[in-house]
Antibody, heavy 123, light 107 residues
Framework: QVTLRESSPALVKPTQTLTLTCTFS??????????VAWIRQPPGKALEWLAR???????YYIASLRTRLTISKDTSKNQVVLTMTDMDPVDTATYFCARGTVSAVAGTLFDYWGQGTLVTVSS | DIQMTQSPSSLSVSVGDRVTITCRAS??????LAWYQQKPGKAPKLLIFAASSLQSGVPSRFNGSGSGTDFTLTISSLQPEDFATYYC?????????FGQGTKLEIK
């Protein structure tokens, strides 16, 4: 059974760096066409994709945050880590990780999600 | 980036109603469109992928249709557990942009 779980500090100060960890089970990021993505949702607002890392270590970032984001994976630990630098109160959000699979029929399908972790940015 | 425009943003409905939500993409997606349901404090749940394919375990009252730039999610007879926010999401290219969401509220 596929599960994902996010972990992070609940509170970070402005200008600090946030480190988010996604620990997953039930699949391997060494399997062709697998990926893990990070998505965030500010309180009461819509969902926003942040970054994705693929089984072959290809990485994708949303252009507006490209300079602040770094995604990496540790396949031996079944973990994906996202770091976001220079945090600001507008980055307050629930951060989700999700499993993606690429198919010719569906495009990139995100079928399993973690429960999310709320990160508040405040001094 | 592909822009997704979803409407309406909210809908007051009753149990048993037929509900239709629309989603328009700024460029053709072929059939690379997914629909999610999100309840407060929970992660999005995949309902429909490839525009019209029902995810395993999702009730058959949920139906997706469309291709290219125009898509529709229909709930044939709304159940109490269906009150939630629904998002469309393009699955064609990163970033996999979402619509703004449609919140179903009890009339």
């Amino acid at each position: 059974q596929v599960t994902l779980r996010e972990s992070s500090p609940a509170l970070v100060k402005p200008t600090q760096t946030l480190t988010l960890t996604c620990t997953f089970s039930g699949f391997s990021l060494t399997t062709t066409a697998m990926s893990v993505a990070w998505i965030r949702q500010p309180p009461g607002k819509a969902l926003e994709w942040l970054a994705r890392i693929d089984w072959d270590d290809d990485k994708y970032y949303i252009a507006s945050l490209r300079t602040r984001l770094t995604i990496s994976k540790d396949t031996s630990k079944n973990q994906v880590v996202l770091t976001m630098t220079d945090m600001d109160p507008v980055d307050t959000a629930t951060y989700f990780c999700a499993r993606g699979t690429v198919s010719a029929v569906a495009g990139t399908l995100f079928d399993y999600w973690g429960q999310g972790t709320l990160v508040t940015v405040s001094s | 980036d592909i822009q997704m425009t979803q409407s309406p943003s909210s809908l007051s409905v009753s149990v048993g109603d037929r509900v239709t939500i629309t989603c328009r993409a700024s460029q053709s997606l072929s059939s690379f469109l997914a629909w999610y349901q999100q309840k407060p404090g929970k992660a999005p749940k995949l309902l429909i992928f490839a525009a019209s394919s029902l995810q395993s375990g999702v009730p058959s009252r949920f139906n997706g249709s469309g291709s290219g730039t125009d898509f529709t999610l229909t709930i044939s007879s709304l159940q109490p557990e269906d009150f939630a926010t629904y998002y469309c999401q393009q699955a064609n290219s990163f970033p996999y942009s979402f619509g703004q969401g449609t919140k179903l509220e009890i009339k």
